[in-house]
């Protein structure tokens, strides 16, 4: 029995590379902020696999826990994908404008709760387990009114390289999934016409070829088969 745990379940790319391991047979551990969308969700895919769902906020040290002792009575986790992340206030604000409090939040929740949850799964992780962190293009580079979403994803590439390093034990990847349609993008764009957009599902076959492959650790691009950086 293959496991895995996905954070930010419930919609976008975290449901659909769920129902993509859902169809291969994994048993699931989704977790998500909106109980409504993340039991949804389950519902629609409990015919293809073992699935739980537990909703809660990963910045929340209580949440973690639960979420560990679930896993516990798995007693192995294969793979983890840590794909929930905020975006900000929205319209994005400029870093005048964006407050050292909303500042912390996004770094909380989108760099800083990713790697509590290795620190909270970490026993359950054996060697050639796999760890998935969504990075994004606002990580090697700045955009107008993206400083608080961008440092936040530099901040967990940054932590995913020295993760990496640390545990040649595991495989870890630090993905750029390319620009989706997906529930964030259109926070950040208000009002504006996204359907040029690919769906999440355009995304998805890459990760595949990484939590199934052997890839080395390293930072990829989903909409690309090349490593952008070199792997360790």
């Known amino acids: 029995m293959r496991t895995a745990l996905i954070t930010g379940a419930s919609r976008g790319l975290g449901r659909s590379l769920a129902a993509a391991l859902a169809e291969r047979g994994w048993s699931l551990l989704l977790t998500a902020r909106n109980a409504q969308d993340l039991e949804a969700t389950r519902e629609a895919l409990k015919h293809l696999a073992p699935i739980t769902a ?23 986790l294969d793979l983890l994908v840590n794909n929930a992340a905020v975006l900000g206030p929205s ?12 500042l912390e939040r996004i770094c909380r929740v989108n760099a800083v709760a990713p790697i509590a949850m290795v620190q909270a799964l970490h026993e359950f992780l054996p ?4 760890i998935v962190n969504l990075s994004s293009d606002a990580a090697p580079e700045c955009f107008e009114g993206w400083g608080g979403y961008g440092a936040s994803k530099a901040m967990l590439d940054h932590l995913s390289g020295t993760l990496a390093l640390e545990n040649p034990q595991w495989r870890v990847y630090w993905v750029d999934p390319g620009e989706m349609r997906t529930r964030l993008y259109e926070e950040s764009f208000p009002g504006d016409n996204l359907d040029y957009l690919h769906p999440p599902e ?3 076959p890459r990760f595949l070829e990484l ?6 650790s390293g930072r990829y691009f989903a909409q690309d088969r090349e490593a952008l950086y070199p792997s360790f």
């Open 202 to 204: 355009v995304s998805v």
């Open 91 to 102: 319209p994005r604000p400029s870093l005048l404008e964006l407050s050292p409090e909303e």
């Open 54 to 76: 537990i909703a809660g906020d990963v910045s929340d040290p209580a949440h973690r826990a639960r979420l560990a002792e679930e896993v516990r009575a798995w007693g192995r």
């Open 211 to 216: 939590i199934q492959g052997k890839s080395p």
């Open 127 to 130: 060697p050639g387990a796999c």
